[in-house]
């Protein structure tokens, strides 16, 4: 298992308590008096102001969910190509006559497995060599001249191209299983939304309870969204991992 298979969880718990630590200290410097007093020369701040932050906080939130929804869409099509090819190779080789047709449709099934076996490693940040080495023996088997001569050249390429396609789908599954997350992107992101949370302060200058009333709302529902997108970072990971379902009933 990788060290860092479950970092996605620890960045989302870190989302969270930092949230209610930036709160928490904004509201300490709120209720500061010697440091309000000194503040009072820049009461005036008007509230629109608070949505120029807001507003980049929250694009920067969408973009960032965007690349992770967008792993996960690119992931689950990888999936579902796969189960397409293993039954297209299923029904290919049900036509081939002869031993060469039996054996081929075993090892088709045989890698169906093992990579329906994957997911869990996948979900380490791990992979199977068991799936590798199968896709392998697959390839190979497609490339025999046995099979050339008895499904034709023809119905050959084809098997041929499903075979490199999987191997291709598997590749990008085993690849977005293992991307992590860009510290920097969400760096930015806290920083904008601790700029928010200064910024509904500044407007709230003399009025203590109605500026942590409007930061307690803002923070509920910037650090929730965050842990949401956070904790989906892989997706072979719960809480809505891909399963290896569609494989799986392609080879039975």
Same mark, same amino acid.
């Given at each position: 298992?990788? $060290?860092?298979?479950?970092?996605?969880?620890?960045?989302?718990?870190?989302?969270?308590?930092?949230?209610?630590?930036?709160? $928490?200290?904004?509201?300490?410097?709120?209720?500061?008096?010697?440091?309000?007093?000194?503040?009072?020369?820049?009461?005036?701040?008007?509230?629109?102001? =608070?949505?120029?932050?807001?507003?980049?906080?929250?694009?920067?939130?969408?973009?960032?969910?965007?690349?992770?929804?967008?792993?996960?869409?690119? @992931?689950?099509?990888?999936?579902?190509?796969?189960?397409?090819?293993?039954?297209?190779? =299923?029904?290919?080789?049900?036509?081939?006559?002869?031993?060469? +047709?039996?054996?081929?449709?075993?090892?088709?099934?045989?890698?169906?497995? @093992? @990579?329906?076996?994957?997911?869990?490693?996948?979900?380490?940040?791990?992979?199977?060599?068991?799936?590798?080495?199968?896709?392998?023996?697959?390839?190979?088997?497609?490339?025999?001249?046995?099979?050339?001569?008895? @499904? +034709?050249?023809?119905? &050959?390429?084809?098997?041929?191209?499903?075979?490199?396609?999987?191997?291709?789908?598997?590749?990008?599954?085993?690849?977005?299983?293992?991307?992590?997350?860009?510290?920097?992107? $969400?760096?930015?992101?806290?920083?904008? +939304?601790?700029?928010?949370?200064?910024?509904? $302060?500044?407007?709230? =200058? !003399?009025?203590?309870?109605? !500026?942590?009333?409007?930061?307690?709302?803002?923070?509920?529902?910037?650090?929730?969204?965050?842990?949401?997108?956070?904790? &989906? +970072?892989?997706?072979? &990971?719960?809480?809505?991992?891909?399963?290896?379902?569609? =494989?799986?009933?392609?080879?039975?």
């Amino acid at each position: 298992m990788h $060290w860092l298979a479950y970092e996605h969880y620890a960045y989302a718990a870190l989302a969270a308590f930092g949230t209610l630590a930036a709160v $928490w200290f904004v509201d300490r410097l709120a209720h500061h008096t010697g440091l309000v007093e000194r503040l009072e020369r820049f009461r005036g701040v008007v509230p629109p102001f =608070i949505n120029v932050n807001a507003m980049l906080f929250g694009l920067t939130l969408a973009f960032i969910a965007n690349d992770t929804w967008s792993a996960r869409d690119r @992931a689950m099509d990888a999936v579902f190509r796969e189960a397409d090819a293993l039954r297209s190779l =299923i029904v290919l080789a049900e036509g081939v006559p002869g031993p060469e +047709g039996a054996a081929l449709a075993t090892d088709v099934r045989a890698y169906g497995a @093992a @990579a329906a076996g994957e997911f869990a490693a996948l979900a380490a940040r791990d992979l199977n060599p068991e799936a590798g080495v199968a896709a392998d023996r697959l390839l190979g088997r497609v490339a025999t001249k046995a099979v050339a001569g008895a @499904a +034709g050249e023809v119905v &050959q390429a084809e098997m041929l191209r499903k075979a490199m396609a999987l191997r291709d789908d598997r590749d990008l599954r085993v690849s977005l299983s293992r991307t992590h997350l860009n510290p920097l992107k $969400w760096l930015g992101m806290a920083s904008l +939304g601790f700029l928010t949370i200064l910024s509904i $302060w500044a407007v709230h =200058i !003399g009025t203590p309870k109605a !500026g942590t009333l409007a930061i307690v709302l803002f923070a509920l529902a910037a650090a929730p969204s965050a842990a949401i997108v956070l904790v &989906q +970072g892989n997706p072979f &990971q719960p809480p809505a991992a891909i399963s290896a379902v569609p =494989i799986l009933e392609a080879v039975r």
